[in-house]
């Protein structure tokens, strides 16, 4: 049995227009972009779900395919055939720095609060990105359909953990195929250190937008769980709070199931929530990241983006 004790209801036009106008915290994201424009997932989402451009500073690193003549010769599986290939990728990648540019100046974002890396900084392996994390301070890492398709096994891989430990507060924003006229957030919260800090995080980059959160606690059904649902809904509100969200934004949803995954993605595909946000681990129970949760919506959740938190 589903339990929503408000209802989902639009915010009005007037509510809209003045949390537009509200000064917001600029946030510093690092995108790692394809040399394919077509894969441009990250960026579109960006443009879409985000009405407030002037708070946002970003960093476009650019992932080269990894048949391209570059990144064979990056594997020492090609020579350099005297900058042919480098000329080649050079050309494709200042190609879609052009449309990546064209494309987030069109929608609002100032080109002086762009940073764009290098030719000579561009990544073949996942792996790569670590450096570029470690190097500069950033508050998510976004990636889009490329970037994630060199992660199919990206739960179970010492990578994550080596990226969190190298910046262990920074979460990730994955984009692999987002239906881009989706809204609001749905936030899977179960009490622990980590939902808290995803609460954190959604509440700081949603200061000044006007899409709705639902907090979504998956329980076993019993009346004790539902008293800590609610213990835990009043905890976030109380963070969300503290950053500034509007507690009128947020619905609340207690939803009976035995697996928690398939609970989650089925309400992500019933609310058509642009967003499914969760912590990295859950209490006493499996990490999240490397678990069945994280796992799953990595490879099943397709229409909303993944934001993952430690």
């Not at 490329?146 to 994550?160: E, H, N, P, V, W």
């Not at 949603?206 to 639902?214: A, D, F, M, P």
């Not at 019933?270 to 681990?281: N, Y």
């Amino acid at each position: 049995m589903l339990t929503i004790p408000e209802q989902v209801v639009a915010s009005s036009a007037d509510d809209s227009r003045s949390i537009r106008g509200k000064a917001a915290t600029p946030k510093k994201l690092l995108f790692t972009v394809s040399d394919d424009p077509n894969m441009f997932n990250g960026l579109r989402f960006l443009c879409r779900f985000f009405e407030n451009k002037s708070r946002f500073d970003l960093t476009l690193l650019c992932m080269a395919s990894p048949d391209s003549n570059y990144c064979r010769w990056r594997a020492g599986k090609a020579q350099p055939a005297e900058a042919a290939g480098q000329a080649d990728t050079d050309s494709n990648w200042h190609l879609a720095r052009e449309e990546a540019m064209r494309m987030l100046q069109w929608d609002g974002f100032s080109s002086g609060r762009i940073q764009v890396k290098s030719a000579s900084s561009m990544i073949c392996r996942i792996e790569d990105i670590q450096e570029e994390i470690g190097n500069e301070a950033h508050d998510a890492v976004v990636m889009g359909r490329r970037g994630l398709d060199r992660l199919k096994d990206f739960t179970s891989k010492s990578l994550s953990r080596r990226l969190f430990e190298r910046q262990p507060e920074i979460p990730m924003i994955l984009c692999r195929k987002p239906d881009l006229n989706r809204k609001n957030v749905l936030l899977c919260v179960d009490g622990s250190e980590s939902s808290d800090n995803m609460a954190r995080f959604v509440a700081s980059m949603l200061e000044g937008e006007s899409h709705l959160v639902t907090l979504c606690n998956i329980i076993s059904d019993t009346s004790d769980d539902r008293d800590k649902a609610t213990a835990i809904f009043n905890r976030c509100e109380e963070i969300m709070g503290s950053e500034g969200f509007d507690a009128g934004r947020l619905r609340h949803m207690i939803y009976p199931s035995d697996y928690a995954p398939r609970a989650i993605l089925d309400n992500a595909n019933w609310g058509k929530f642009a967003v499914v946000a969760v912590g990295t681990t859950a209490n006493m129970r499996k990490n999240l990241l490397f678990g069945s949760v994280s796992s799953f919506l990595f490879n099943e959740l397709t229409d909303s983006v993944l934001w993952v938190h430690p």
